[in-house]
């Protein structure tokens, strides 16, 4: 089993920036691929960005250039920076694990308003 908890959502106006952490405990040893996804009211769960063990990233076009996925193995955890945000980026952001099955976070919420 894997346990992932989420934590950084908040309320921020457009333009600034804020960090999400995805603290993975368990048998984190099998975890292979992590990643961040989000949802946003009446729409589907989509990719945001992934990272393997070996640390390639993969990003979706949207966050290209705004948000970097990154992990610091010694601590477990698995952190998305995300600079110039934009009201379209306001969604439950969700982490993912994948471990010879999915295991999902409980979600962190990010507004992003005036």
């Known amino acids: 089993q894997v346990q992932l908890v989420e934590s950084g959502g908040g309320l921020v106006q457009p333009g600034g920036s804020l960090r999400l952490s995805c603290a993975a405990s368990?048998?984190?040893?099998?975890?292979?691929?992590m990643g961040w996804y989000r949802q946003a009211p009446g729409k589907q769960r989509e990719l945001v960005a992934t990272?393997?063990?070996?640390?390639?990233?993969n990003y979706a076009d949207s966050v290209k250039g705004r948000f970097t996925i990154s992990r610091d193995n010694a601590k477990n955890t698995v952190y998305l920076q995300m600079n110039s945000l934009k009201p379209e980026d306001t969604a439950v952001y969700y982490c993912?694990?994948?471990?010879?099955?999915?295991?999902w976070g409980q979600g962190t919420q990010v507004t992003v308003s005036s």
């Open positions: 993912k694990g994948v471990a010879g099955q999915v295991y």
């Open positions: 368990g048998s984190i040893f099998r975890i292979y691929a």
């Open positions: 990272i393997t063990n070996s640390g390639s990233t």
